[in-house]
C-alpha cells in the first residue's frame, strides 16, 4: 500500500521562523547557499558548514551557542572550496573535511544533485582538465567560529568527504585520490588527532568512498562504489583491525551507497544513492542485524536519491532523508522515519518545492536537526529543528470513509517502545471550539494525569488513520491516550513493558 503522509502545513515565507508539525525553520547567516553537515557537541552548542555558489565554490560556516535559536557565520578561509563534514571531539575542539582552491574560475553547477557530488566537477581551462582543487582538513578550537586549515594530508588527497572520531587521537576519512571523483579513493586515517595522515591499503577497483563509520577503533565501515566492465557497483566494505584489511561484498543493484548508521553493534542500516541524469532516481535501504556480516535489502523509495541516514543511537528512531523527483522537472525534500529499526516507514514531506535535505544531526530522542537549501529562492541555506520529537506525519488506512467516530485499542499492548494507534473521523468534523483551528487532537497521559505527548494536532479529512507512539524515552506503567474533536472524546488504558 502506498503511503500517503498528512502534515499541518502552515503558510510562510524564508525567514527560517516558521513551523511545520512543530518543525522549525531556523534564523541562519546569508553567507552560504546550503548547508551539508551539522553537528552538536552538546544541546547548546552547534556548527554548520557548507558552500556558498556565486562565480566558483566558497566554503562556509556558521555555529550556534544557543540550541539554535541564532546562528552567526563562522571566519572560514577564502581558499576553501567546500565543508563537507564536521566533527567535533569536545565543546571546543572540532574537525571538518572538504576541498580547497587551487585556481579561481568558473564551475557549472549540475541542480539535479545539490549534494557534495555536485563540488568535485571537473574544472578545464583552456579544454584540458585541470586539478583546481586538493583536499582539505581543517580544525576549530574555539567552538567553530573560525576554522583554520590544519595538519598533513597524503599529497595524492583531492577531495575529504565523510569523517568519523573514534576518540580524541584516532579518526578516519574518505579520500579522493583523482580530481575527477569517482575514479580511485580510499580511507585514510590519524592517530594523532589530524596532525599527520596516512593512507590505508584498500582492495582493488575502489573507485569511490563517500562515507565511513567506525564503531571503535578497530571496527569500522566505509561505503561507496566501484566500476568492473563499465558498470557501477555498490560497495559496503569492513574492517576488524582499524583498517589494516578490508572485507568486500558488492551490491549489483546499486550504483552508489551514499550514508550508512548504526543504532548499536548489531544493527545498522545503509541507503544509496543514484544519477538521475542516467537512470530512474530509487533510493534502497538495506539493513544489518549481525554487524555487517550480512545486510539485507527492505525498502526501496522510487523517484528519491537519498542523501543520508542517522540513527538516535541506541533506539529503533532513524531518519533517511534527500531529495524527491517530479515528472514536471520539479524536486523537493524527501523525509521518512522509523522507530522499528527499518522495519517500517512513514514518509513525510514539507511541500516545499526546491527543498533539499543534505545532513542531520539526531542529539536524542527529541532533539534533531536536518540541514539543506532552498533552491526556489535564490540559494537559501536551510536548517530545520525539533525539540520534542514531532512526528513527520501520521497514516490513513485504507479509502472507506467511517460513519462513526472510533478510538481502537492500541496494537501491541502490552508494548515495548513502539504501539500503533488507529482512529476513525467521519464526515463533518468541525475544529476544536475554542482551539487554534485544528480539528484532531490526540494525546498521551501519565497514570496521574499528565500529559506527556502530542501525537496529533491537525484539521484532518474524513478517513480511518494509525499513528505510531514511541515510548523509548518513557519508563514502564500504565499511560492514557485520549481522542478529542469538536463532537467526540475518548480515553483507552496501554501498559508499556520494558
Known amino acids: 500500500m502506498q503511503t500517503f503522509i498528512l502534515l499541518l502545513i502552515a503558510s510562510f515565507t524564508f525567514t527560517h521562523s516558521s513551523i511545520f508539525s512543530q518543525w522549525v525553520y531556523q534564523q541562519t547567516p546569508a553567507n552560504a547557499s546550503y548547508y551539508l553537515t551539522i553537528d552538536f557537541p552538546n544541546t547548546q552548542l552547534g556548527i554548520a558548514g ?33 565543508i563537507v563534514d564536521i566533527e567535533f571531539i569536545d565543546n571546543s575542539t572540532g574537525y571538518c573535511t572538504g576541498a580547497y582552491n587551487t585556481i579561481l574560475m568558473n564551475y557549472p553547477v549540475d541542480p539535479s544533485k545539490y549534494d557534495k557530488r555536485t563540488l568535485r566537477t571537473i574544472g578545464t581551462v583552456n579544454s584540458f582538465a585541470v586539478d583546481n582543487y586538493k583536499g582539505l582538513f581543517m580544525r576549530s578550537t574555539n567552538s567553530g ?24 587521537v584516532t579518526g578516519y576519512a574518505a579520500a579522493s585520490y583523482n580530481y575527477s ?32 563509520f567506525f564503531q571503535n577503533i578497530n571496527t ?45 553493534a548489531s544493527t545498522g542500516l545503509v541507503v544509496s544513492i543514484s544519477n538521475p541524469i542516467i537512470q530512474q532516481a530509487t533510493g534502497s535501504i538495506y539493513k544489518t542485524t549481525n554487524a555487517g556480516a550480512n545486510w539485507s535489502l527492505i525498502n526501496r523509495f522510487y523517484d528519491v536519491d537519498v542523501h543520508g541516514v542517522s540513527f538516535v543511537t541506541g533506539s529503533g528512531t532513524a531518519f533517511i532523508y534527500g531529495t524527491k523527483y517530479f515528472s514536471t522537472f520539479e524536486y523537493k525534500e524527501f523525509i521518512a522515519k522509523t522507530t522499528n529499526y527499518g522495519n517500517n516507514w512513514i514518509e513525510g514531506t514539507f511541500n516545499d518545492t526546491g527543498l533539499i535535505l543534505i545532513g542531520s544531526k539526531l542529539i536524542d530522542q527529541n532533539k534533531w536537526y536536518f540541514t539543506g537549501g ?11 529543528h525539533t525539540g520534542n520529537g514531532a512526528p513527520i506525519g501520521i497514516e490513513p488506512i485504507g479509502n472507506e470513509i467511517p460513519k462513526n467516530y472510533s478510538l481502537s485499542q492500541n496494537y501491541p499492548n502490552p508494548f515495548n517502545p513502539v504501539t500503533k494507534i488507529r482512529f476513525a473521523i467521519p464526515p463533518l468534523n468541525l475544529p476544536l471550539s475554542g482551539g487554534d483551528g485544528e480539528g484532531v487532537l490526540l494525546k498521551i497521559y501519565d497514570l496521574l494525569g499528565r500529559e506527556v505527548e502530542t501525537l496529533v494536532n491537525e484539521q484532518l479529512s474524513p478517513g480511518t488513520y494509525e499513528v505510531d507512539f514511541d515510548a523509548s524515552k518513557f519508563t514502564s506503567g500504565v499511560y492514557f491516550y485520549k481522542l478529542t474533536t469538536d463532537k467526540f472524546t475518548e480515553t483507552k488504558r496501554m501498559l508499556l513493558v520494558k
Open 50 to 82: 557548507g558552500v556558498f555558489l556565486n562565480s566558483g565554490f566558497f566554503g562556509r560556516g556558521a555555529y550556534t551557542t544557543n540550541g539554535g535559536t541564532n546562528w552567526q557565520a563562522s571566519m572560514v578561509p577564502d581558499s576553501c572550496r567546500v
Open 145 to 168: 567560529q573560525s576554522w583554520q586549515p590544519y595538519g598533513v594530508l597524503p599529497s595524492n588527497v583531492y577531495y575529504l568527504l565523510g569523517m568519523d572520531f573514534v576518540n580524541n
Open 181 to 212: 571523483g569517482g575514479v580511485n579513493d580510499g580511507v585514510i586515517k590519524t592517530t594523532n588527532a589530524g596532525l599527520t595522515w596516512t593512507a590505508l591499503i584498500m582492495p582493488e577497483n575502489i573507485n569511490s568512498v563517500t562515507d565511513v
Open 220 to 264: 569500522g565501515f566505509a561505503i561507496g562504489f566501484d566500476v568492473v566492465n563499465d558498470t557501477a557497483r555498490g560497495v559496503i566494505l569492513k574492517t576488524t583491525n582499524a583498517g589494516n584489511s578490508w572485507n568486500r561484498q558488492v551490491f549489483m543493484q546499486i550504483k552508489d551507497f551514499s550514508g550508512i548508521s548504526f543504532s548499536n
Open 374 to 384: 532552498d533552491f526556489s529562492a535564490n540559494n537559501i541555506p536551510v536548517i530545520l
